[in-house]
């Protein structure tokens, strides 16, 4: 997938949350934003970023932390808690 400018003329950059696609111009957004876009609630999820290709490492961000947007960046979210039966 290669880069296409939006109307303002900026590039739009392909990521992904949960192995669903993204595209934005906007390179530094707050996890829980990212999270809304994803239809999550932040109260109730955490965002991290996946890098590594052997071997998969993740950085969790704090809901008001601002995480950088690069090309192909993968991102995953997990339940902060559930309850147990």
Same mark, same amino acid.
């Not at 947007?69 to 808690?81: T, Y």
């Given at each position: 997938? %290669?880069?296409?400018?939006?109307?303002? @003329?900026?590039?739009?950059?392909? !990521?992904?949350?949960?192995? $669903? *696609?993204?595209?934005?111009?906007?390179?530094?957004?707050?996890? %829980?934003?990212?999270?809304?876009?994803? @239809?999550?609630?932040?109260?109730? !999820?955490?965002?991290?970023? $996946? *890098?590594?290709?052997?071997?998969?490492?993740?950085?969790?961000?704090?809901?008001?932390?601002?995480?950088?947007?690069?090309?192909?960046?993968? !991102?995953?979210?997990?339940?902060? *808690?559930?309850?147990?039966?």
């Amino acid at each position: 997938m %290669s880069t296409q400018p939006n109307a303002g @003329g900026r590039r739009l950059i392909p !990521f992904t949350i949960n192995g $669903v *696609s993204y595209e934005t111009d906007d390179l530094s957004q707050e996890a %829980s934003d990212l999270l809304k876009l994803a @239809g999550l609630d932040p109260a109730g !999820f955490d965002l991290g970023e $996946v *890098s590594g290709k052997e071997h998969l490492e993740t950085k969790w961000y704090h809901d008001n932390e601002k995480v950088e947007i690069h090309k192909d960046a993968r !991102f995953v979210s997990r339940r902060q *808690s559930a309850p147990v039966a």
